[in-house]
């Protein structure tokens, strides 16, 4: 058969459903390929969106997403979303095109060295240099990417190869299980508990998985220890319950450090040092608090990380042996935690009715719960609204906070959305964006209308780099190079074959965002915010009301 014919077997050997992105000339052989296959061709208007899609249904699924695209410019423009999935632990794998490896006629056009470019951002990188050896690089490149730590992975496939006549199979994927924890591990942790007087759970991202939201749970209840979720460890235990000690948005200062602080243990469960560390470590000080890696591979050391003891291994086994060898201890007290989380909650309170308009961030978020379902999913982009949410936001299943707080790039909410709503058809989606990061991938719009998706999606109107100027302004520095001019966004969505709509007054977003989630098509909302109160709140109210907060 053709190599590209073998190149797409390949992919459906892997259960791959979907191919996001944009084919080039050195793709058109790829191209006939996929046509004649089962697997969607998901067509984008940018690589970035195409790569933003592709990481997102990795993370959802646990499958690698796969993207396209030509040689040159267009293999760059995915150099984003190769790093935001490597940094994520987000499975994907991308297949780019390249000239002739064999003769070449065009000289160096466009011609940039594609494999070194991708080495030190995917866990693996090869060009494909003879047909016969399509089904090992491709059974590889999807084996490494969900391998844990799951990443990305990229093969290039030059034009010349993918016209090439071969006789090969594709390799069947084996059956494979993660390891346990060794005994002795979980006996030191299990002590380790024991001798503890207030352990708290911290909850990261790798924790953000069903069979591994499902011991947490169980441990929890049965335990009673208080725990703590990193941002992209968001609802893997519904946010609700009564020993969520709030979420790690803020840097220093808000009320769960004050319970890290307390803490003379912590179970550090699936986080690891590329998400903006929730506590900070320090050598040379004698702190007779211990911190235990759990997680499937062992810690990354920083020099604000470096646990004290680990259990490598499955998740959800480590919390299931943990949670078989321990009884709640008489002498656990986590009364001054859960007195913190009684303060954070009454502050999360402050603002979820304020009715001044333009919105503040705490009211939209509140908004935003009232209307969304518990299964029901948002999207975030990168911007201040996400420390709002992240800290204001009861997550209440795991997966339905899609944010990014590893390479936190601006452009993916909207293709995040996107596939979320590919992989949960059946689930209400939201994509949440700034109006800075909205813009940097606003032409997939014209890709969601095409695949007559139903989203809502929420921008958030300030007209300027709000995160950035927040910083500015904690600073102390002058108000300078971070103001911008919008479309008219409502006319903008119209242009696509979206609906668009702009809320003006407090009183109407709750029945737009309704009337939106429930009827088909692509929906856009212009919600004008006040991000005035940020620096004041976040910088000076917080902090100061958490250090208030006395012990009994």
Not at 143 to 169: M, Q, Y
Not at 273 to 294: A, C, L, Q, S
Not at 515 to 522: A, D, H, I
Request: hydrophobic share 40%; glycine share 8%; with cysteine.
């Amino acid at each position: 058969m053709k190599a590209s014919d073998l190149f797409v077997k390949a992919l459906e050997n892997e259960g791959v459903e979907y191919v996001f992105g944009i084919p080039g000339e050195e793709n058109l052989d790829l191209l006939e390929s996929l046509s004649k296959s089962n697997i969607e061709l998901i067509l984008t208007r940018h690589e970035q969106g195409a790569g933003f899609m592709a990481a997102t249904y990795g993370r959802l699924t646990g499958k690698p997403g796969v993207c396209l695209s030509t040689l040159g410019p267009g293999a760059t423009n995915l150099v984003t979303p190769v790093a935001y999935a490597q940094l994520g632990a987000m499975p994907m794998v991308v297949i780019t095109g390249q000239k002739p490896i064999k003769e070449r006629h065009q000289g160096q056009f466009q011609i940039i060295d594609v494999v070194d470019m991708m080495t030190p951002i995917t866990k693996y990188t090869q060009p494909i240099i003879s047909a016969s050896s399509i089904p090992s690089h491709v059974r590889e490149a999807f084996r490494r990417a969900e391998d844990e730590r799951p990443g990305a992975s990229h093969l290039e496939l030059s034009d010349d190869i993918a016209r090439e006549e071969v006789n090969a199979n594709p390799i069947t994927p084996s059956f494979s299980r993660r390891p346990i924890t060794e005994h002795k591990a979980v006996r030191h942790v299990l002590q380790l508990l024991k001798d503890a007087k207030h352990p708290v759970l911290l909850i990261g991202a790798a924790a953000n998985r069903k069979i591994t939201a499902k011991m947490l749970r169980a441990f929890v209840d049965k335990t009673g220890i208080p725990f703590i979720t990193t941002q992209m460890g968001k609802g893997v235990i519904n946010e609700d319950h009564p020993r969520w000690l709030g979420n790690a948005a803020v840097s220093d200062g808000d009320y769960p450090h004050r319970a890290i602080e307390k803490a003379d243990l912590i179970l550090n469960v699936g986080h690891d040092v590329v998400e903006k560390p929730p506590f900070m470590m320090k050598t040379g000080v004698n702190d007779e608090r211990k911190v235990v890696h759990i997680n499937f591979q062992g810690a990354q050391v920083d020099s604000v990380y470096f646990p004290h003891a680990s259990m490598i291994g499955d998740i959800g086994n480590s919390i299931w042996q943990l949670k078989e060898g321990i009884e709640p201890q008489e002498h656990w007290d986590f009364d001054f935690m859960l007195k913190v989380r009684d303060h954070m909650r009454d502050h999360t309170d402050e603002g979820a009715d304020d009715s001044r308009f333009p919105i503040l961030p705490q009211r939209l978020v509140e908004d935003v719960r009232e209307v969304m379902p518990d299964d029901g999913v948002i999207a975030l982009d990168n911007g201040i609204y996400k420390i709002w949410f992240a800290r204001n936001y009861p997550a209440r299943e795991p997966n339905t906070v899609l944010l990014d707080n590893a390479l936190a790039s601006m452009g993916a909410g909207l293709p995040s959305a996107m596939a979320a709503k590919l992989v949960n058809p059946e689930k209400k989606v939201m994509a949440i964006c700034g109006d800075g990061g909205f813009m940097m991938n606003s032409q997939e719009l014209e890709t969601a209308v095409r695949m007559n998706l139903d989203i809502v999606i929420v921008i958030l109107n300030d007209s300027g780099y709000g995160m950035i100027k927040w910083k500015q302004q904690h600073m102390g520095l002058s108000d300078y190079g971070l103001d911008f001019n919008n479309p008219d966004f409502v006319k903008y969505a119209e242009s696509y074959g979206a609906k668009g709509y702009r809320v003006d007054s407090i009183d109407n977003l709750i029945p737009m965002m309704k009337e939106c989630l429930n009827k088909p098509g692509v929906h856009l909302i212009d919600v004008p915010m006040d991000y005035s109160q940020n620096d004041r709140l976040l910088n000076e109210e917080i902090p100061e009301r958490s250090r208030a907060i006395k012990a009994y």
